[in-house]
């Protein structure tokens, strides 16, 4: 008997959602719609039996059967018997236009058949293994009909005798009408959804309220401008109505996207109290109506909302020929005091935010000044501007972070506390870098969202057994565990995920960082300040006399901090900190070359955490394949399988939910060397890397690029992205060589 009693709502509602927005829905997205529908059906109306049909190939399939255990009682025979009946029926077909439900499909109009009325006779007539009192069959049509739905006798527990009412008859036209369009597109995913479509579909099975009209809701627009548009725009929620001091009421198009939902909370430090359904599309209409473009503000005011394209424009406008005939003058966007610089300036910040950017990128060309934004560790282009743009803006931004805007020809760094500079809500801050280059000076922002929270240790992609083997290192009474890769490769989030778990208040954690990045409650974070002279080394002889329990130095850069670091781990602290080299077995050598002797290096080494960061395969449209020739060989030979499994590929061209790249999000691959007796012996026999990596291997470590294999298998990334990382491994834990893959493409991080 096929049944969706064992579904829970949330359940049902959760996977209507995960299905609804997929390009290419598989065998198993139709059956759970189907389910769904049926579960729907049966819940609505206390229905003792319901069927669900559909055309195929001209014929009647079953494709869904329920039966009440009213029916059978504890009669344990009949229930033997109505589960039998329920398998024939789901591998039977019926020949076009057979009987009522025939009549329904052909005809595309309801039946509605009663024990007491004048078709009582045609119901004692149906052969179905009980009395029928009542039965209702509806169509399944969108433009066309694709099926029915019939249910035969309400619940006993009903009160009515067994007889559907004109209310019941209503429920299951408006359940088969939403549930019809759903159906045809995962039947046929040429069939598109439209946003209202979409949302009513949402709201039905959600039992949550629809808004089809901004009518429909008052909006408070001071909660709105509070909220400000980025956070608005990056959550997909909109806040309508305080329910309280803390709380609102929102409008969503996903209510059941609970990690936006917290996100949201985070940032604007209320809660959702009650959440409404809206479209996609009226979603955008609101945006569009609340943050619209305002009047340039005053010079070193902060900038209220614009629209990028149009500042852009009007910038551009200035420096055409004859230039824009209006008030704006090429000469006034030359001046960092200018206010379409100002805008324009901030506009690109909050714009690389929303966009979910990690850096900003003002590049001086020739010709251009171009703008790009590091999206998931990929540069893109964003924008390119007039020349003569370029030392305005670059002005601005040293005087936003208190540079020397003087000084063109040394690099300089900064920060900008963003939140001074606009009027939104959002806090973040951004770590400047400033360079000379042969057009100009080139500056580079890291975006550091202080509301961005450390994600927990399983969520950051470690395998299940590296995750227990790091689990313990981190609950070590000391020694030093260190970190190494590239920059933006995940160091720190690793780190700080790690302190979280092991932060208590019986544990005193001193942290010397530069930038800090995240600030967790119950740290001591100390940032670096080199113009006094405040450096980790400095940090570290002051934490040393502070009594710390676990002591986090931002980076190893030179010889002196590695010393006091290794002495720190030598002396009952544990120590944690980050390193730049390409795998984990050649952190030795680099300690050695700063200067460590290698017996000390193996007596105060926990583990070392090589990392990457690997961009996730849109869950939406990522293309499913059998891997074959040199692909296959290569996981085939990193897992120890011994035929290829299914992978997947970027779908071309991608799709809405990753905004056509194919990738959105990014995942971590790890190489976790955790000491034992035998690194200790090769460590202090100073053996060259590819050796140590040998006696690594056969203690159990799994290289990175074994470890990016498996994020393959399991769907996570593709091997394209995971080869263009990392790439094969030369050496094999046996002593013997591979060939290495060579790189495809080096994706930045």
Not at 91 to 109: C, H, M, R, S
Not at 335 to 347: K, Y
Not at 599 to 610: E, G, H, K, M, R
Not at 619 to 644: D, S
Request: proline fraction near 5%; charge should be negative.
């Amino acid at each position: 008997m096929a049944t969706s009693s064992n579904l829970t709502g949330t359940l049902r509602r959760s996977l209507l959602i995960k299905v609804i927005s997929k390009p290419a829905p598989s065998k198993e997205d139709v059956n759970t719609v189907l389910e769904l529908t049926a579960s729907k059906v049966v819940e609505s109306l206390q229905a003792q039996s319901m069927t669900l049909y559909l055309v195929e190939g001209g014929e009647i399939a079953f494709k869904q059967v329920y039966y009440s255990p009213t029916l059978w009682g504890t009669d344990k025979g009949k229930e033997v018997t109505f589960r039998d009946t329920s398998r024939k029926l789901l591998a039977l077909k019926l020949p076009a236009g057979t009987g009522n439900v025939g009549k329904v499909i052909q005809t595309g109009e309801p039946l509605f058949f009663s024990g007491k009325g004048a078709d009582a006779a045609t119901l004692k007539k149906m052969d179905v293994g009980f009395e029928v009192n009542s039965m209702l069959t509806v169509p399944l049509k969108t433009n066309i009909v694709i099926g029915a739905i019939q249910v035969l006798n309400k619940e006993p527990s009903a009160g009515t005798g067994g007889a559907f009412t004109p209310k019941d008859l209503s429920v299951l036209i408006e359940v088969a009408e939403y549930s019809s369009t759903l159906i045809q597109r995962m039947l046929d995913p040429k069939f598109q959804l439209t946003p209202e479509d979409t949302a009513k579909f949402i709201s039905k099975f959600t039992e949550l309220p629809l808004v089809s009209k901004i009518d429909d809701v008052d909006i408070d627009e001071k909660l709105v401008e509070i909220t400000g548009d980025a956070v608005i725009r990056r959550e997909c929620i909109f806040p309508y109505k305080k329910t309280g001091t803390n709380s609102c009421s929102v409008l969503m198009t996903n209510p059941l996207d609970y990690a936006k939902r917290e996100s949201f909370s985070q940032a604007t430090e209320m809660s959702i109290d009650d959440v409404k359904v809206i479209p996609a599309s009226l979603l955008e209409e609101l945006l569009k109506k609340f943050f619209k473009t305002a009047a340039a503000p005053k010079a070193g005011e902060p900038a209220a909302e614009v629209d990028i394209d149009e500042v852009k424009d009007l910038i551009a406008g200035a420096y055409t020929e004859g230039g824009t005939g209006g008030e704006v003058k090429a000469a006034d966007l030359e001046s960092e005091d200018s206010a379409p610089i100002i805008q324009l300036t901030n506009r690109i910040i909050e714009d690389a935010y929303v966009s979910g950017a990690s850096d900003i990128h003002i590049e001086p060309m020739e010709k251009d000044l171009i703008v790009r934004y590091r999206v998931d560790g990929m540069c893109a282009e964003k924008m390119r501007l007039p020349k003569q743009v370029a030392f305005a803006m670059v002005a601005r931004l040293k005087i936003m972070c208190n540079l020397d805007i003087s000084e063109r020809r040394l690099p300089q760094d900064g920060r900008i506390v963003f939140k001074k500079f606009t009027k939104k809500n959002i806090d973040i801050d951004l770590r400047v870098a400033t360079g000379p280059m042969n057009h100009g000076e080139k500056v580079v922002m890291r975006i550091l969202d202080k509301a961005k929270s450390t994600l927990p240790l399983p969520q950051l992609g470690f395998s299940d057994s590296n995750l227990e083997k790091y689990r313990e290192c981190v609950r070590q009474p000391y020694g030093m565990i260190l970190h190494c890769g590239p920059t933006g490769s995940g160091k720190s989030m690793t780190l700080y995920a790690a302190l979280a778990e092991i932060n208590t208040p019986d544990v005193n954690i001193q942290t010397a960082e530069d930038p800090i990045e995240y600030t967790l409650p119950g740290l001591n974070q100390m940032q670096m300040n080199k113009q006094i002279g405040l450096d980790f080394q400095r940090a570290l002889r002051c934490y040393l006399r502070m009594d710390p329990d676990i002591i986090l130095v931002g980076e190893i850069r030179d010889k002196e901090t590695a010393q006091i670091a290794c002495e720190a781990a030598l002396t009952g602290h544990l120590l944690v900190s980050t390193l730049h080299t390409n795998d984990a077995p050649s952190t030795v050598s680099r300690m050695g070359e700063m200067g460590i002797e290698p017996f000390n290096i193996s007596a105060a080494l926990v583990c070392v955490c090589a990392q990457r960061l690997l961009r996730r395969v849109c869950k939406n449209c990522k293309v499913k394949y059998k891997p074959e020739g040199r692909e296959a060989e290569i996981i085939m030979k990193a897992l120890e399988l011994t035929e290829p499994p299914e992978i997947f590929k970027a779908a071309a061209g991608g799709c809405h939910v990753c905004g056509g790249n194919g990738y959105k999000g990014r995942v971590g691959i790890h190489e976790l060397m955790v000491n034992c007796e035998e690194i200790v012996e090769a460590i202090n026999k100073e053996v060259e890397v590819a050796d140590l990596k040998r006696v690594c291997m056969k203690t159990g470590m799994k290289t990175m690029h074994q470890d990016s294999m498996l994020k393959v298998k399991m769907g996570l990334t593709t091997m394209e992205d995971a080869l263009s990382n990392v790439p094969a491994d030369m050496i094999a834990a046996d002593g013997g060589e591979e060939a290495a893959e060579p790189k495809a493409k080096k994706h930045g991080h």
